[in-house]
């Protein structure tokens, strides 16, 4: 969906995330600029595209390949629930992403809210969260796991909408369900 297309605060989001990313790359003295909905590295003039690409489709968590991984249940609060499982580079979370949607009851989870974080060869800490049309819940969660220095792992929560006006409690929720199966994850491992 381009920018124009976008709901106003779905366009806020969008920039949020490229000037957070945009922040990553001048700390380590990347030059870049953003361009409409793109981020774009001044050197090459080439643009930045997320590791993870899109969400997986439902014919890759049916059909795909069984991915053999331990995965943590967290518990559950209101409509959310969780789970984590470890992670250490972008193939595994991608992998780990459509395990996870495999369990039961995810799929049909009106939210799959997710946020990862791990340390790379290099000692850089790779993060990184998507929403699923919880605005602003995927990086909610992801500052919860590194509030609470938790790395190396991929969590995600799930949410049905009931019909329930949460409010903000749900941000607290999420939190309390991810950091919980993230916890649960780290005594298993």
């Known amino acids: 969906m381009k920018v124009s297309q976008q709901l106003p605060e779905e366009v806020r989001e969008k920039r949020k995330q490229l000037y957070d990313i945009q922040q990553k790359y ?20 080439s643009v930045y ?17 069984e991915v053999k991984t331990v995965i943590s249940t967290g518990k559950s609060v ?37 946020a990862y974080r791990f340390q790379g060869q290099d000692g850089t800490i790779h993060e990184g969260s998507d929403d699923d ?19 190396n792992v991929l969590v995600i929560v799930w949410r049905w909408f ?11 929720h999420i939190s309390e369900v991810g950091l919980s199966a993230a916890n649960n994850l780290q005594t298993t491992v």
């Open 26 to 45: 001048a700390d380590r003295n990347i030059e870049t600029h953003i361009k409409g909905d793109k981020l774009v590295f001044t050197q090459s003039n």
């Open 49 to 65: 595209r997320d590791k993870l690409g899109s969400r997986p489709t439902a014919d890759e968590i049916i059909k795909g390949d």
């Open 78 to 114: 209101e409509d959310n629930a969780g789970h984590a499982t470890t992670a250490v580079s972008y193939k595994q979370i991608r992998k780990s992403i459509v395990e996870v949607m495999r369990k039961e009851g995810v799929p049909s989870a009106t939210h799959n809210v997710y």
């Open 133 to 151: 049309g919880e605005y602003g819940a995927g990086r909610h969660l992801l500052k919860s796991l590194t509030d609470h220095e938790i790395n």
């Open 162 to 172: 009931s019909g329930n006006k949460l409010g903000p409690r749900r941000f607290t």
